[in-house]
T-cell receptor, first 112, second 113 residues
Framework: NAGVTQTPKFQVLKTGQSMTLQCAQDMNHNSMYWYRQDPGMGLRLIYYSASEGTTDKGEVPNGYNVSRLNKREFSLRLESAAPSQTSVYFC???????????FGPGTRLTVT | AQSVTQPDIHITVSEGASLELRCNYSYGATPYLFWYVQSPGQGLQLLLKYFSGDTLVQGIKGFEAEFKRSQSSFNLRKPSVHWSDAAEYFCAVGPRDFNKFYFGSGTKLNVKP
């Protein structure tokens, strides 16, 4: 039981390049989330998916798109990376109401 | 607007001393409340959570937190800190439908030997 996995662990992009961050969970959770973590700002919600087939914007969705591919997988895409998107990205999942979120190990992204 | 405030950015305590990390929230209804810990380069691990009932909740690693509705606070405490507790701690609130969570900016704990 791996929990929440994220790939890649590290990535360096040039401004304007695109990439997709992958997230998968094996806990049969309904809800999945993408956060970014920046120094002094805690975690900010980018997008979430309350159930398979649905996605909604969080606090900071601009510059990102998401896909809930199936119940297990939730990907985050940067179409045209900008230096302001340099951050650590965390994926999380949650089962039933009343459960906490379970977090992946994070992806450290640098945009130059 | 919903928000979570952790007023202490950095705290240093001596090993064996007691610890209290502060968390205040602004939320329209009674939220679910959480404390997470993050070690360097790692993801977040849940320490404890409050949903309802007894306002003093016990968590892992000897931590506890008290929900005070009148003060909109959910402070984290530990009676005796160990060197391995050095990490960053995040308070979070979430609505009863759990679709959006709000995190504080974090408190970094340093433990002196």
């Amino acid at each position: 039981n791996a929990g929440v996995t994220q790939t890649p662990k590290f990535q360096v992009l040039k401004t304007g390049q695109s990439m997709t961050l992958q997230c998968a969970q094996d806990m049969n959770h309904n809800s999945m989330y993408w956060y970014r973590q920046d120094p002094g700002m805690g975690l900010r919600l980018i997008y979430y998916s309350a159930s398979e087939g649905t996605t909604d914007k969080g606090e900071v969705p601009n510059g990102y798109n998401v896909s809930r591919l199936n119940k297990r997988e939730f990907s985050l895409r940067l179409e045209s990376a900008a230096p302001s998107q340099t951050s650590v990205y965390f994926c999380a999942s949650r089962g039933l109401a009343g459960d906490e979120q379970y977090f992946g190990p994070g992806t450290r992204l640098t945009v130059t | 607007a919903q928000s979570v405030t952790q007023p202490d950015i950095h705290i240093t305590v001596s090993e064996g001393a007691s610890l209290e990390l502060r968390c205040n929230y602004s939320y329209g209804a009674t939220p679910y409340l959480f404390w997470y810990v993050q070690s360097p380069g790692q993801g977040l691990q849940l320490l404890l959570k409050y949903f309802s009932g007894d306002t003093l909740v016990q968590g892992i690693k000897g931590f506890e937190a008290e929900f005070k509705r009148s003060q909109s606070s959910f402070n984290l405490r530990k009676p005796s800190v160990h060197w391995s507790d050095a990490a960053e701690y995040f308070c979070a609130v979430g609505p009863r439908d759990f679709n959006k969570f709000y995190f504080g900016s974090g408190t970094k704990l340093n433990v002196k030997p």
